[in-house]
């Protein structure tokens, strides 16, 4: 199991050193999703963004997953308030929901819907609403593919609409009995002009510091090839913050 483990993590690792220099996407972190009633949580970050130039970023996450049976519904909720260096205020966010059946052992279908908005990047409003499956291996770890239908609305009132095939997963690995780590990876072609491509890589550091609350170091590589105008391609984002896991 430990040869195994190790070759995943190589085969992961490869994949990052691919696509780092990438991303900008929808981003969903999963608990045990065979694990039955109640869980979630909520994350507090303060982070350094490089992007258009934002000197601050105040952000919190909330994750709720409540299962019973063989479904699992899923909430998640972002709030993201932001100062550029030269402008007011302005935030960013999304709300998502996300309905999954475990069709058979460690095998689960799925359908989402999401509403986003994202000012720093110029979006006045992003709709999705999806279909998909994903497969678990080794608890916590998991890769999952789906199709989803795309609503932009752009601040200057350029609309965009497309569908678009998505690739993802997640791996988890304890590093130290006190540090845990788990890295997301999607890649979001649209279906008709694969050159037409959002990544997303983010990978969290994770300590405890008393029971239910962890210290996060969290880095982020966004991409998206074409994004509104005067956006830059590329973003990073270093975020530092507390959690509360339920």
């Not at 992007?51 to 972002?78: G, H, P, R």
């Not at 007011?88 to 799925?110: A, C, M, T």
């Not at 709709?127 to 200057?156: A, P, W």
């Amino acid at each position: 199991m430990k040869k195994k483990k190790s070759e995943l993590y190589v085969f992961y690792c490869l994949l990052v050193i691919h696509f780092s220099s990438f991303s900008q996407i929808l981003s969903i972190d999963h608990t045990d999703l065979k694990k039955n009633g109640l869980s979630g949580f909520t994350e507090l970050d303060f982070d350094y963004n490089k992007s258009t130039q934002v000197d601050w970023e105040f952000i919190n996450n909330t994750y709720i997953n409540y299962a019973a049976l063989k479904y699992s519904l899923i909430f998640m909720n972002k709030i993201d308030i932001n100062k550029a260096a030269s402008s007011e205020i302005s935030n960013n966010g999304y709300q998502h929901v996300r309905i999954l059946y475990n069709l058979k052992k460690n095998f689960f279908i799925e359908s989402f819907i999401q509403n986003q908005y994202d000012l720093i990047q110029d979006v006045k409003n992003r709709k999705i609403i999806g279909l998909g499956f994903k497969r678990t291996i080794l608890n916590l770890n998991y890769i999952g593919m789906s199709i989803f239908y795309e609503y932009e609305l752009l601040i200057d009132d350029i609309l965009n609409k497309c569908y678009r095939f998505n690739l993802y997963n997640q791996l988890y690995f304890k590093i130290f009995n006190n540090l845990t780590s788990s890295s997301f990876l999607y890649i979001q072609p649209s279906l008709i002009n694969f050159s037409d491509l959002r990544l997303t890589f983010k990978s969290t550091f994770s300590v405890p510091l008393f029971k239910q609350f962890f210290f996060n170091l969290t880095i982020l590589f966004t991409h998206d090839s074409s994004p509104a105008f005067n956006i830059p391609k590329t973003n990073y984002h270093i975020l530092n913050g507390l959690k509360f896991k339920f």
